[in-house]
T-cell receptor, first 114, second 114 residues
Framework: EPEVTQTPSHQVTQMGQEVILRCVPISNHLYFYWYRQILGQKVEFLVSFYNNEISEKSEIFDDQFSVERPDGSNFTLKIRSTKLEDSAMYFC????????????FGDGTRLSIL | KNQVEQSPQSLIILEGKNCTLQCNYTVSPFSNLRWYKQDTGRGPVSLTIMTFSENTKSNGRYTATLDADTKQSSLHITASQLSDSASYICVVSARSGGYQKVTFGTGTKLQVIP
């Protein structure tokens, strides 16, 4: 069964540095998402992306965050100047056309900011 | 404010026993409700999706119910197995224009013991 893959599985970065988290969604999916989960807390929505533009974003997704689909397969989340509180698991998800289609999640990237 | 509350926070049951997890929500306008299973260190995996008109949906040993009037859902697990040990997350989507806003519950951590 096709999967959403995320790289790296663990990223350690110094505070203030830029980080790019990478995702390869399922190939025929059109809707893409980023979520984060701070340790011990619930999953939080960050952003959704469709037709090469952001369709929704949460209040967490401020100017430090950006998303891009640089080619036909990758979907990236960039954090420009990381803060300690950005430490979390970041999950990418994708889904097919149809609002009741399930979102398929990757296994996440654990981001640790030092 | 859209909220999803789950109970209990955690649950320990004996292998082979049944259990029921609860989800109450205040999301509107309601679009759909999903139950996800999240193994430790993995991304969430979709178990069921229900729309407004659906009262019950099964996926193997998992049966979800939805009461859209009282804004409650339950996930019933039959004949539990050790591999059912995971967090179970209720996710409710609201329709916002042409898009969906998703709200995650805090999850119920289930431990199945021999």
């Amino acid at each position: 069964e096709p999967e959403v893959t995320q790289t790296p599985s663990h990223q350690v970065t110094q505070m203030g540095q830029e980080v790019i988290l990478r995702c390869v969604p399922i190939s025929n999916h059109l809707y893409f998402y980023w979520y984060r989960q701070i340790l011990g807390q619930k999953v939080e929505f960050l952003v959704s992306f469709y037709n090469n533009e952001i369709s929704e974003k949460s209040e967490i997704f401020d100017d430090q965050f950006s998303v891009e689909r640089p080619d036909g397969s990758n979907f990236t989340l960039k954090i420009r100047s990381t803060k300690l509180e950005d430490s979390a698991m970041y999950f990418c998800a994708s889904r097919a056309e149809g609002s009741n289609q399930p979102q398929h999640f990757g296994d996440g990237t654990r981001l640790s900011i030092l | 404010k859209n909220q999803v509350e789950q109970s209990p926070q955690s649950l320990i049951i004996l292998e082979g026993k049944n259990c029921t997890l609860q989800c109450n929500y205040t999301v509107s306008p309601f679009s759909n409700l999903r139950w996800y299973k999240q193994d430790t260190g993995r991304g969430p995996v979709s178990l069921t999706i229900m729309t407004f008109s659906e009262n019950t949906k099964s996926n193997g040993r998992y049966t979800a119910t939805l009461d859209a009037d009282t804004k409650q859902s339950s996930l019933h697990i039959t004949a539990s197995q050790l591999s059912d040990s995971a967090s179970y997350i209720c996710v409710v989507s609201a329709r916002s224009g042409g898009y969906q806003k998703v709200t995650f519950g805090t999850g119920t951590k289930l431990q199945v013991i021999p």
